[in-house]
């Protein structure tokens, strides 16, 4: 190894033509500085480490200046930036290059009262040509972590982590406040699981641009985890953590905050061609707003969508849990933390359909959600040839759903879904829980204290049993289509229609026809 201590080093230009090095440069006085350019040349020279520390004064990389431990034929270098506690980190701008066939290591930790900075952007070149992508892990301990692409960012900085067969590592910790500049960040790989990012800090986290740690070719989406303990996160762009085209499940992608959540561009973390994705959005005290939808789809189902919030839940776009080739639909789950609300949940569309025959998936909102308002895409639980899924809304304020409400089965043994809708006032677009082949028809129950209307048909139908369609309310029922609950070769289903007229102003409307016939009749109870 070789080993050059000081407090300050001034190479000009060092070559080390040796295969793996050490270059150690400390202070114990003053500051630890660095000029010019330093490379280590060799077969192996990936292996070599870097370690820049001071244990009292700042450490200063001066503008220009470049270290070049990249390697053809090895693992990446190691680079470790070490303050003292009321020391300062201070980079120049430059090229880091500790490439290798898998990614280099990039280690900063500040001191307990120093600052982090750049006045021009460093370029860290931490990818691997063949393996993994580079690992980089920072560490403020005293002021805020502002990490960005351009001067208006204190750590002016650009990240290229890439890996040929395997994603990144990236963990970044603030003491404060999180300014960061997620274009920053080149996480890509060729082949391989994605990349895992993790961000935490107390206060506000602020996060610029999209967010990509998808899979490669045949590889599972990665990992995001960002979590804001007693503020809020913002992120103005989108969260990828996709599988691949090709194979690989879909990603896992955690958000958590004390105040308010948005996610401008959306969450995606399907896995087109693998298993499920796995999506947690929580606000411990505030509101969750995403701008445009949640697509945790998979090839063979399995994705989980959780969304938890004090207030208003809002997501202006679909949230996706379905599967596209096999397996079956996954889960989406809603709930508040409040006791007393009013909390409102909205969305474009909810859909957990099942490809194949696997079974649909299952909505849940649970009833600690005030009122819930669901768009023009309606929800769906559907199978193809497996069993329907399950909607279950259960809460204290109004339901509206302006689309369509699906839990059928198409084809084969299938039976029918199940639709559980209950609250103040239900109105809902046509409601379909039939089953195409021989399996049994499902449920409709909707129950609405001061009215249920549909617009559109309530079905149930099957070749075999129908199933059962029971709507109560004290005030007005308003069905603009048919209600059926046929039952071809056995028996019809029961279809109950009760209004109990005792809301001022209440009407009874049915436009269409209503029949329970099969091989043998159903029940129709009409009051």
Request: aromatic share 4%; no cysteine; proline share 1%.
């Amino acid at each position: 190894s070789i080993l050059a201590e000081g407090d300050n080093v001034n190479p000009g230009s060092v070559k080390i033509a040796v295969s793996g090095s050490e270059l150690y440069v400390g202070g114990l006085g003053s500051d630890s500085y660095i000029a010019g350019k330093i490379t280590v040349d060799g077969a192996s020279a990936g292996a070599a480490t870097l370690n820049i520390s001071n244990d009292i004064g700042n450490v200063i990389i001066d503008s220009g200046s470049a270290l070049d431990f990249s390697s053809t034929s090895a693992a990446g270098a190691q680079l470790t930036i070490t303050t003292s506690s009321f020391g300062s980190t201070s980079l120049g701008g430059g090229l880091y290059d500790l490439s290798g066939t898998s990614g280099g290591q990039l280690k900063i930790d500040t001191g307990s009262f120093s600052s982090l900075d750049s006045s021009q952007e460093s370029i860290f070149d931490l990818s691997g040509s063949s393996g993994a992508g580079g690992q980089i892990d920072i560490v403020a301990r005293s002021t805020d972590l502002s990490l960005g692409q351009n001067s208006t960012y204190a750590l002016n900085s650009s990240f290229d982590a890439r890996g040929g067969n395997g994603g990144a590592l990236v963990t970044l910790v603030s003491p404060g406040v999180a300014n960061i500049d997620l274009g920053a960040f080149n996480l890509s790989t060729n082949t391989g699981a994605g990349a895992q990012f993790k961000l935490t800090a107390p206060l506000d986290i602020n996060l610029d641009r999209t967010l990509k740690v998808n899979g490669g070719s045949n590889g599972s989406g990665g990992q995001i985890e960002i979590q804001s303990s007693n503020s809020y996160v913002n992120i103005s762009g989108a969260l990828e953590a996709k599988g691949g085209t090709s194979g690989g499940s879909g990603g896992k992608v955690t958000v958590s905050s004390n105040g308010n959540l948005a996610i401008v561009g959306g969450v995606n973390a399907a896995g087109t061609a693998g298993g499920g994705a796995n999506i947690t959005l929580t606000s411990d005290s505030g509101a969750i707003d995403v701008g445009v939808g949640i697509d945790g789809g998979s090839g063979t189902g399995g994705s989980a969508v959780t969304l938890k919030a004090l207030n208003d839940i809002t997501v202006n776009g679909v949230i996706r849990t379905s599967s596209l080739v096999s397996g079956g639909g996954g889960s989406i789950n809603v709930s508040s933390t409040s006791a007393f609300g009013p909390v409102t949940f909205h969305a474009a569309g909810l859909a957990a359909n099942a490809a194949g025959s696997g079974s649909g998936g299952q909505i849940l909102v649970a009833n600690s959600i005030t009122n819930v308002d669901i768009g023009a895409s309606g929800i769906s639980a559907n199978s193809v040839s497996g069993n329907a899924g399950s909607v279950d809304i259960k809460l204290p304020g109004l339901i509206a759903v302006s689309g369509a409400v699906e839990a059928k089965s198409q084809s084969g043994a299938g039976a029918g879904g199940s639709v559980f809708m209950q609250g103040s006032a239900v109105t809902s677009g046509a409601i379909d829980v039939s089953a195409g082949g021989s399996g049994s028809g499902g449920t409709i129950n909707l129950s609405g204290a001061s009215g249920v209307t549909v617009n559109g048909s309530m079905k149930a139908n099957t070749q075999t049993k129908g199933g059962d369609i029971i709507v109560q309310t004290n005030g007005a029922l308003r069905v603009t289509g048919d209600v059926f609950a046929h039952g071809s070769s056995s028996s019809g289903g029961q279809i109950t229609l009760n209004s109990l007229g005792t809301v001022p102003g209440s009407v009874y409307q049915i436009s269409g026809s209503v029949a329970a016939d099969g091989a043998t009749g159903g029940k129709i109870n009409l009051a």
